[in-house]
């Protein structure tokens, strides 16, 4: 099929010199630092300019939400906090078919996938989270210290919006990661300095302008743009009270310590080597559905997919010979054509990266399907690979052990339930796992056993706002979603009171 028409206002958008978004205005580039272009991974193109923000801008982006959360946010009436972002859910539904295409175009997203995830799906957390602004509440406690003088005691805990939040996102779901920590903070009373990807600033600008049109006041929401150098400077603010990172283990590290040393608080998402496990009984056509689509899914640059799969050894054959077949037929191209599955890697860093797993995979295992990089549909460029299977010949294979973040699945048998659990548990990461069985007995005797944040039964990837998500061992620090981000957003303040 031909690529879907681009709107005028993606183009306008396009055309515009992008800045930092500070106290409600979209911010002219100052002059004082050298723009970066945003690369179309399908065709290489360069289709937007991005000015990264100077010192003072972040000094400025800071200050603003600093006496935003002072003088407005903090006090909001909850209620109205709620009804703006759901007013905001709206405005994103109402601008979703551009902001859909910014995504696409930066990020070489599939357009439905685009129009499903960064606009879909963005929409729904923030109307979860506005769900939670009538709802943060203390306890009431009743001390137990005997009292001295006959006098009596009593006690409650405030919950109080922890102040400025500084959210650093990844490039693979821009926009709705920015929305999480978005949504998350302005639920709780803080405010927020955003720092995107360097590769993906656009959606989250373009939001942030919605935003004001949804009534948030400004300052409430900033953004500061740039590489990581922007990023460290903007955490180690000292008005800065939350960091949330979102990202790659080695960059999370630097991040943790950073924060660590002005005791400023840090959540932390981090990459993942998830685990797909196929019991003896599972249901092959539906594992083979479930990986299609959640582990390829966006070239397989999602944190929480499956990368290594254990198959019980008397089908793993089958497995191999269906998921084979499945995947040598899914379309592959332009992702501006609604009729393709799998497009590009989303930015060249990565796509070198996935092509080194590649050479991994050529050299030390058996590629079953895919293992080449391809030229794009448009004069041959942009950043494709074939999505891959591999049979790895061992549990400390490099391709069962480290995250490759792209479209490459590696596959192994195991014979009994004690070894499948030694091999889940075999990584430094534990964010996701998921059992493929209808063994309750063995589903039950597993889960508690798996070192994993989240633990799913015959699905994979599945991220819910009502369900606690994060990681354990080096997939994290924190949780979100659920009622768990409340905890990170805000702090405890405990008042005890004689009478
Ligand atoms: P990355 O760590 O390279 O960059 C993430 C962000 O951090 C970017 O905005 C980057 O500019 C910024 N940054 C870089 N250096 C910094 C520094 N020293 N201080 C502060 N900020 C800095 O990650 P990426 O390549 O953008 O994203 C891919 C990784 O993210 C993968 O490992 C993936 O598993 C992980 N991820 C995890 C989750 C999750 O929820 N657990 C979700 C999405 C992605």
């Known amino acids: 099929m031909p690529d879907i028409q681009l709107l005028p206002e993606t183009l306008a958008f396009l055309d515009r010199q992008h800045g930092q978004f500070i106290a409600g205005e979209a911010v002219a580039p100052s002059g004082t630092t050298t723009a970066f272009g945003v690369t179309n991974p399908a065709t290489e193109d360069v289709i937007a300019q991005i000015s990264p923000a100077s010192d003072a801008e972040i000094d400025q982006a800071v200050a603003a939400a600093k006496a935003s959360f002072e003088q407005v946010w903090a006090d909001f009436n909850p209620y109205a906090r709620g009804v703006m972002l759901n007013k905001l859910a709206d405005l994103i539904e109402a601008n979703g078919e551009q902001i859909a295409q910014l995504e696409t175009l930066s990020s070489g997203k599939s357009i439905n996938l685009s129009r499903m995830f960064e606009v879909q799906q963005s929409a729904i957390f923030l109307r979860y989270f506005a769900g939670w602004t009538t709802k943060i509440a203390g306890e009431t406690l009743q001390p137990s210290f005997p ?9 409650f805990t405030r919950r109080e919006p922890i102040g400025v939040v500084a959210g650093i996102i990844p490039w693979n779901f821009p926009l709705m990661i920015a929305i999480w920590k978005l949504g998350a903070a302005l639920a709780c009373g803080c405010t927020v300095v955003l720092k995107p990807s360097e590769f993906t600033p656009l959606t989250i600008l373009r939001v942030a302008e919605l935003a004001r049109e949804a009534g948030i006041p400004d300052g409430v929401i900033n953004i500061v743009n740039g590489m990581g ?8 603010h000292p008005d800065v009270r939350k960091v949330s990172f979102t990202g790659s283990v080695a960059t999370g590290k630097k991040v943790n310590l950073t924060a660590a040393a002005d005791l400023t608080r840090c959540t932390l998402e981090l990459g993942g080597k998830n685990t797909a ?12 559905g479930g990986l299609l689509q959640l582990g390829y899914i966006h070239q397989g640059q999602v944190c929480a997919a499956p990368e290594r799969v254990y198959v019980h050894a008397s089908r793993l054959d089958e497995l191999l010979n269906k998921l084979g077949g499945a995947l040598s037929q899914a379309p592959m191209g332009s992702p501006l054509d609604e009729s393709v599955l799998f497009g590009p890697i989303s930015n060249k860093p990565q796509y070198e990266k996935v092509c080194h797993y590649l050479n991994v995979a050529n050299k030390e295992n058996r590629v079953v399907v895919g293992g080449q990089a391809v030229a794009g549909p448009v004069n041959g460029k942009g950043y494709f690979v074939q999505p891959t299977i591999v049979q ?16 490459i699945l590696s596959f192994m048998a195991y014979e009994e339930e004690d070894e499948l659990l030694s091999l889940i548990n075999n990584t430094p990461y534990g964010l996701g796992t998921s059992l493929w069985t209808n063994n309750l007995s063995a589903t039950m005797r597993m889960i508690p056993k798996i070192e994993s944040g989240t633990v799913w039964v015959n699905l994979h990837t599945m991220v819910d706002p ?4 994060g990681g354990v061992k080096h997939s994290g620090i924190g949780r979100e979603f659920g009622s768990a981000f409340i905890d990170e957003y805000t702090e405890v303040k405990s008042v005890i009171m004689a009478y």
Request: overall charge negative; cysteine-free.
């Open 466 to 469: 009502a369900v606690p998500f």
């Open 147 to 155: 009292s001295m003088t006959g006098e009596q005691y009593s006690a």
């Open 392 to 407: 790895a010949t061992s549990a400390n294979d490099i391709l069962m052990q480290e995250e490759t973040f792209g479209p």
């Open 229 to 236: 150098d922007v990023g460290a400077k903007l955490i180690q």
């Open 277 to 288: 496990a196929l019991l003896k009984d599972a249901d092959i056509d539906r594992a083979v």
